[in-house]
Structures are given as structure tokens and as C-alpha cells.
């Protein structure tokens, strides 16, 4: 079955750097659109960035220039890298994975990896 694992949270003092990866198993992930988001305590989930099968990337306002999203199809694996953290990013960080439709809707989610930026 489809299978996505995030890693690399933590906490980070305001203007550090992270890198989330998310393993994922169990389907064609290169033919998969994939993306990370993240739910602030009180907020909606908001869609932090995005990339299809051909590496076209997408990103929220709120991230763009500081954030970057990059999938890796030998390893099967998703990464978010986080620079520049503000205490605003604090949050847990999902992957998801919208396959066999692609682009398509987000069906597969991960368990999530939190982050929090101390000012």
C-alpha cells in the first residue's frame, strides 16, 4: 500500500535552516505529483509547495524565495528545504502525493514532522 514517511523537523531559532523529507513507497512515485503542507495550531492547512512529474514547482506566497521543494525519483523520496525560518513556519509539516491522477487531488498523506521557530 502507499506509504509516505516524513523526517527532519525540529526546532530551530528564527532565521535557521531545515530539511524535511518525506520516503514514499508502494505506488509509480515518479509519475506522481507531490507537495508539502503545513497546519499552524488554530490555522487551516495551507499548501506550502508543490512539484509535478516533470519537476515544474509551485509555491504559497508566504514561502516563495526561502523554501524549496525538490523530489528525488531514484530514491523515491520528497524534500522541503526550509531557510530563512520565521516563528510564522512553526507548524507540523505534512508530504502528500496526488497519484494515479497527476495533476490531480492530494490523496495520500503522511503522519507529518513538526516545526517550531523560536524568535
Known amino acids: 500500500q502507499v506509504q509516505l514517511a516524513e523526517s527532519g523537523g525540529g526546532s530551530v531559532q528564527a532565521g535557521g535552516s531545515l530539511r524535511l523529507s518525506c520516503a514514499a513507497s508502494?505506488?509509480?512515485?515518479?509519475?506522481?505529483?507531490m507537495a508539502w503542507f503545513r497546519q499552524a495550531p488554530g490555522k487551516e492547512r495551507e499548501r506550502v509547495a508543490e512539484?509535478?512529474?516533470?519537476?515544474?514547482?509551485l509555491y504559497a506566497d508566504s514561502v516563495k524565495g526561502r523554501f524549496t521543494i525538490s523530489k528525488d525519483n531514484a530514491k523515491n523520496t520528497l524534500y522541503l528545504q526550509l531557510n530563512s525560518l520565521k516563528p510564522e513556519d512553526t507548524a507540523i509539516y505534512y508530504c502528500?502525493?496526488?497519484?494515479?491522477?497527476?495533476?490531480?487531488?492530494?490523496?495520500?498523506w503522511g503522519q507529518g514532522t513538526q516545526v517550531t521557530v523560536s524568535s
Open positions: 502528500a502525493a496526488a497519484w494515479p491522477r497527476c495533476p490531480g487531488a492530494y490523496v495520500y
Open positions: 508502494g505506488y509509480a512515485y515518479a509519475n506522481s505529483c
Open positions: 512539484i509535478d512529474r516533470v519537476g515544474t514547482t
